[in-house]
Structures are given as C-alpha cells and as structure tokens.
C-alpha cells in the first residue's frame, strides 16, 4: 500500500507537470491606461499565486493602485494597475525585464510557497527571529546584547502591534564578516536575547536562529499571527483613539456561489495588498475573485473566498476571527505614527489656545487658534466652525514651522455676529485641549461604533430615478431612512444613508438581512450600462458625512468629466496653480461664487490629496469667494509637473462644484411615515425631474427633506412641473426656490491671476515677518 509521503510526491510532480505545459503569461502594458501601467499575469493556478505576484510587485517598490483577480477553475488570471513611488507608469526598461523575470515560468511557477518565506542556505549572515512583549527600550537592550557578544547588526526589521513585537535581525560575526558558525556561539546568543524578550512577566517569547534567508516582511507576519497578535490586550491601555481609527472589516456569506464575501475599508498606503494578501494565505484561504481599488486617501478591498478544503466560513466565530486577524495585519505594516508620547508630551505643554473676540471687526466675529501643528488641523477647525452653521467670511492662515496660527471672520447664517452663548461655548469645547489637540484627522471620518444607525455608503453611474428606486429596495426591506445625502458631479453619484429597522428603529443587526440589503442596492447601483463599477458598504459605525462624501466621489475620480461637451456654457469655478520660487511652495488661486461650506470642500480636498497648506488668505465679497493657499506636498515638496498641477485643478473644480445649490430647491416638512421618502422620489421622477442633490433627516416623527433638481436635460423646471409636484405633494412643501442654472460667469483668471498673485503673494510674504517664529 502506497504512503501519504508518496502520494503527497506525485501530487508536487503532476502539479509541476500542469504547470510546464501551461507557463504563466505576463504582459507589462503602457498603452490600455492613461494614469498606470497594466501588469497581467495568466497561469496555472496553486494556492499562493496571488501572494506571490504581490510580493514580487511590492518588493519592486511599485504601488497598486487597482487589480482585479479571477482564479476559478485551475487558472489564474490577474490584471494589476501599477505606478511608481511618485504616482508614474512604470518606464524603466531595467524594471519592467525584473517583473517579466520575476514572474516567469522559472520563479513563478515552480516553487513552492514556503520558499518565500523559506530557508535556503545563506553565505553573508545568521538571521535572528524574536518576538515577545513589547516595553520601551527593548530593541536597545537586544542591541547592547549583540554588540557585547561581538555580533554586526547588518539589516533588522521591528514591529510591533497590540502589545507584541515580533523583529528579524540579519547579523554578522564582527571578526570574519560572515554567518555565525558556531553552534555553541548560537545557542548563547539565542538563550541571551530569550532571557532579554522575557523581562519579568512575559512566558511566551521566543527566539530562532538559523543561517537562512527569509522575505523579512512575510515573515513578521507570520510570527505575529502564530503569536495571535490579533487577541487584543485589555492591559495595554490604548485609548479610544485607536479603536476610531481602525480600519473596517465585515464579512459576510455569498450563498449563491458558496463564497465567503470580505470587504475592507481603510486609509491607503504601501504595501497594504501585500499584507491583507499575506494574511488570507496564512490563515489557507483562497481568493477565487477580487476587486482592489486604491486611487484617492482610502482603500476598497473585495475578496471572494473559500478555505483551501473548498468550503466557505461556517461559523461567527471563525467569522470574527478572520475579521480580526485582517484588522491586525493591516495595523501591523502602518509606518504612520500620529501622536507617539514625545508629540503627547508637546501638545499637553501647549494646549490650543482659542479666543472668540466680538469686538475687533465691526461686521464678524474673530476666531483665533494657535495650536501645535499637525497635519490635518486646518480641516478639523473649518469642520468644526462649518458643522455649527457658521459663514467664514474671512481667514489667515499660517503654519510655518511646528505653530499653527488661523484666524477666522465669521459670522452666523443671517450675517451677524456670533453672540450665543450655547455656541461660543461649543465652539470653546470643540476647538479645546481635549478635542483638537490629540486626535488624529482621520476620526473626522472615523468609526464610532453606533447602536441607533446602520450606514450605508453608496457610489455609481447618476441616472434619473436612482435615489427612488433605492429608497424603494430600502422600504420594501422594512427599513426607514433616518437621515441622508446625495450629490451628484460628472455623472457619478455618492450617497450616504443611514438606516433604522422599522421595528426596533435602531441599527439593522442581523448578518443575513444585511447582506440581503447590499446585494439588492447592488443590483440597483449597477443598472445596465455603469462602465466603472458601483460599489457599496455597509456598517454600523459614524462617519462625518460630508467628510466621507468628498472623500467617497474623490476615491471614484468624479473630478474625471466622463460628459461630451459639458461644461460649454456652465460657469466653472477659476482655479490657478503656479510656482513661489522664493518660498519653495505651489501657490493656488480660486475664484468662485461663495456659499456655504466652500472652505471646507476645498481643505477636505486638499488634505486628500496630501497637500499641507503654511500660509492662505481667504475672502468673500459681493457673492464671490477668492482663496489662496501656499501648499507642499506632505513629503515637503512643491507641486512638480504638469500632470501633478492639472490634477490638483481638477480636483478642486469637482470640490467646489459637488455641493452645487443651483436648479430648483424644493423644501418638505412632513409627518414620517414608511415608504415616504420613496413615494417622493417617485413622484420627482413621474414628472420629468432628477435629483441634484439632496439632505434628509428625521427627528421625533418629524420627516425634514431638501432637494435640489432640475429636468433630466438639465434645464430649470418649468412653472407647469413645479405646480404639478406641489399639487401631488400637498402641504408638506414649505419652501419652492429656483435659481438659474446658467449664471454669468465671473471674470476669467489668466487676466485677474497676475493681479491676485502679485498683491496677495506680497501681503502674505510680508506677512511671514510679522507673524511670530515657533519653529
């Protein structure tokens, strides 16, 4: 009778055997895409490809910013969109040969996984594996120990996560310069460096050492997970800060294929494919499909999967499990370090200073903030002033250095100087030590775990009737729509809608209700001719909602005009980028027409895109808004070519014109009722009418909807419409205001910029003298 040993055997030989006759395919393309390089890869499929294409593009230094996956079947088939580290296709013959190289027959497909984290004999160094508790100072102690035991630390890498540090530590003997080859030598150094990760209460440190060489990264992920770092530590004392900003995780069952469905939600950055990737390998899942899509500040992950025995998750508590070992791998690779004790320190010693100040301008009130510069800052005092319904008429705007020092005219939506008490007070609280000085700028869209809503945020094509038909799915669900909004730009439409169950009114908590939900929404979102996909999520945490609406239509590129011709005779706003030479900045200049909440759109766009803003003048005058901000990029450099200051204009045109108020506004107050706000919708669409816009909510029974629409053609409604909609609405219209969608437009900026430059670029570099030095 044959063994395992031997049936294992011809299994490995027949694989290689499929994976000779059938050699991956890889295609680098600079042509299908105008903003990346298409890497496509087809091959005979095994568990671990999709890691080990990964892995190749990330060890590259490439960055991933979409991918599609399929691998049904025995085939694997994969398309990744790829740029350099500055956001460029990828050029460089010498790198595109290392893809091809990398990724062919002979290192694709014929090794197995564990070689990429294997061990394979090693002539230069000794690698140290370690992991064990983490305590301040440790890393300088395991050190001390090297260096007393005549050891060269040559490369190391240290993580850490929940408590735990795991490290690799690539070393030399410091007399020959190669691996240490004395086993007795080995065992010292090993015992030493456990009795060091040990302290005086950790029983679970381990160290090993070996002479091979491993893929450093794959590697600490794979200590930390056998280390179940994923366990969080009630006795670490993290503050509520963290668990804001955690990234979202839900995973739900797709019963049709007999998938498990994962969806992620999280702030970008490097690497992170590779370490959700890495995760699901380790944990034996196989990913059949997925979608990636990473092209603004966040990243949407979709992973269709079962586990290698071909089943799918069968239980909540593997369910919960997967969900949290996602969370750790991708805490785990964060090189962001927002408020480490030294940066606490400062702030606690130089709490925000915050004066409201009713007498220093006739016509406004002064608001002044100095605070310790963070980046972000800047957006979490306008979001602050603009969520209490305060008009910034004017603002300066300064943080050289390690100060930030603003100053704010505003006054309150009738013009008139703030003098409530209830909220100068607010105002005071929200901008005080314990508000503005500690928290990072993601809680301003962070997660806050909510008992009373399900959130459901939404992005696809525009068409008439889409916010009807989703209010219809919503209804026949038995779901009440507690508060909404909706804006539509370029074609593309971002919603965020939360949800109550009608007969609880609170959160919708059952896993299969919602997964229901989001597949019907899909379907609507999708319609029959969406050629850049919709997408979905839903959760039950808090999100500032017009926070994530910019960041949700940046993410799906509306600032891209997908419409022939539009835009002839609509007024845009004026929005110059140019060079300041003598500071080292990118200065940008916008004129538009002023409304409400216009600063914000533009610094929530500009902190998106990665833009630090030292110095800006605002101003607002005779309906017109004229801003100038002096940015760098958040690596310190200025704005560098061409393609750089087109985007940069573009994206600010779509954050300006994304809250548009023009078209006819229309006002309801109603008693609340199910299926309401689906027979309203139903009734704009019955005559001819699309939603621009729209603001929704409902307080004690009480049904408050504002709508902003115009004829499918986009011309203003006709009288006849309008009559005939308030004739079916009834006494629940309270307001009907139609402002012109063609306006004059402003004076064009090539001739007024050289104006605007030379005086506002004057004022505010003399302004640089007298403002105070905190650097």
């Not at 606690?348 to 963070?374: E, F, G, Q, W």
């Not at 506004?665 to 001819?688: A, C, I, K, Q, Y």
Request: charged residues 30%; aromatic residues 6%.
């Amino acid at each position: 009778m044959m063994d395992s040993g031997s049936l294992a055997d011809i299994d490995d030989e027949y694989e290689k055997l499929v994976i000779q006759l059938n050699p991956p395919r890889v295609t680098v393309d600079n042509t299908s895409s105008r903003k990346a390089t298409l890497v496509q890869v087809a091959s005979a499929n095994r568990h671990g490809s999709l890691l080990d294409v990964v892995q190749v593009l990330t060890d590259l230094n490439l960055s991933i910013s979409r991918a599609y996956i399929s691998s049904d079947g025995e085939w694997f088939m994969d398309v990744f969109h790829v740029v350099d580290q500055c956001g460029n296709k990828i050029y460089d013959n010498e790198v595109i040969d290392r893809i091809q190289q990398s990724l062919s027959t002979r290192a694709l497909s014929s090794r197995p996984l564990r070689r990429s984290v294997g061990i394979e004999a090693s002539s230069e160094h000794t690698s140290i594996e370690l992991i064990g508790r983490d305590r301040p100072g440790l890393l300088s102690e395991i050190f001390a120990v090297l260096v007393d035991l005549k050891c060269n630390v040559v490369a190391a890498e240290v993580w850490t996560h929940n408590s735990r540090m795991a490290s690799v530590v690539y070393i030399t003997d410091e007399v020959n310069g190669g691996p240490i080859d004395d086993s007795d030598r080995l065992a010292k150094v090993k015992r030493l460096l456990r009795y060091i990760l040990k302290g005086d209460r950790d029983k679970s440190a381990k160290t090993a050492t070996s002479m091979g060489v491993t893929h450093t990264q794959r590697r600490l992920h794979q200590m930390l997970y056998a280390d179940r770092d994923y366990d969080k530590d009630d006795t670490d004392g993290e503050d509520a800060a963290s668990d804001r900003s955690k990234p979202v995780v839900t995973v739900e069952n797709c019963t049709e294929k007999g998938y498990s469905m994962v969806n992620l939600r999280c702030k970008d950055r490097p690497k992170l494919l590779f370490d959700t990737v890495c995760t699901l390998t380790d944990m034996q899942y196989v990913v059949f499909h997925a979608t990636v899509i990473a092209e603004g500040p966040e990243a949407y992950q979709e992973y269709y999967i079962r586990h290698v025995d071909g089943s799918p998750i069968s239980s909540e508590g593997e369910r919960q499990r997967l969900i949290l070992c996602l969370e750790a791998a991708i805490r785990r690779g964060n090189t962001e370090v927002d408020d480490d004790e030294y940066a606490k320190l400062i702030r606690r010693m130089n709490p925000p200073r915050v004066v409201i100040d009713n007498d220093a301008c006739d016509n406004a009130t002064v608001i002044r903030v100095d605070s310790i510069k963070k980046h972000g800052i800047l957006l979490e005092v306008i979001q602050v002033l603009t969520d209490l319904n305060l008009i910034i008429t004017k603002a300066y705007i300064s943080s050289d250095g390690s100060w930030f020092m603003d100053v704010f005219n505003v006054t309150d939506r009738n013009g008139n100087k703030v003098r409530d008490k209830e909220i100068i007070c607010c105002i005071q609280n929200s901008l005080g030590s314990d508000a503005c000085s500690f928290p990072g700028i993601g809680n301003s869209v962070g997660i806050v775990p909510s008992k009373e809503h399900t959130f459901i945020e939404m992005t696809g094509t525009d068409r008439p009737g889409l916010l009807s038909e989703i209010c219809a799915v919503l209804a026949n669900r038995n779901c009440s729509v507690a508060k909404a909004e909706l804006w539509t730009h370029n074609t593309r439409v971002a919603a965020v809608v939360h949800v109550t169950e009608e007969s609880t009114g609170g959160a919708v908590e059952d896993p299969e209700r919602l997964s229901a939900i989001k597949e019907l929404l899909c379907n609507v979102l999708r319609g029959d001719n969406d050629s850049r996909m919709g997408r979905m999520t839903v959760s039950k945490d808090r999100t500032h909602t017009e926070r994530r609406l910019h960041q949700m239509m940046f993410g799906d590129r509306d600032y891209e005009s997908t419409v022939v011709g539009a835009g002839d005779d609509k007024p845009r706003p004026q929005v110059a980028v140019m060079d300041c030479a003598e500071k080292d900045y990118s200065v940008v200049i916008l004129r538009s027409r002023d409304r409400p909440k216009l600063l914000f759109d533009t610094v929530c766009t500009l902190t998106d895109m990665q833009y630090v803003v030292f110095h800006g003048t605002v101003d607002t005058r005779d309906d017109e808004a004229y801003q100038e901000y002096f940015i760098r990029h958040v690596d310190g450099y200025p704005i560098n070519s061409e393609a750089e200051r087109q985007r940069v204009i573009k994206c600010l045109e779509a954050a300006i014109e994304r809250r548009t108020t023009e078209g006819l506004e229309m006002v309801l107050r109603t008693e609340d009722r199910h299926g309401l706000l689906s027979d309203v919708t139903r009734v704009f669409r019955e005559n001819g009418l699309t939603i621009r816009r729209a603001e929704i909510s409902t307080q004690e029974g009480k049904a408050s909807d504002t709508f902003y629409l115009s004829e499918m053609s986009g011309k203003p409604v006709e009288a006849k419409t309008i009559d005939s909609i308030c004739r079916q609405l009834g006494e629940m219209v309270v307001r009907v205001k139609q402002s012109p969608l063609l306006a004059p437009k402003p004076p064009e900026v090539a001739g007024a910029t050289s104006f605007l430059f030379g005086n506002l670029l004057k004022a505010s570099l003399q302004s640089f003298r007298s403002v105070r030095s905190y650097s």
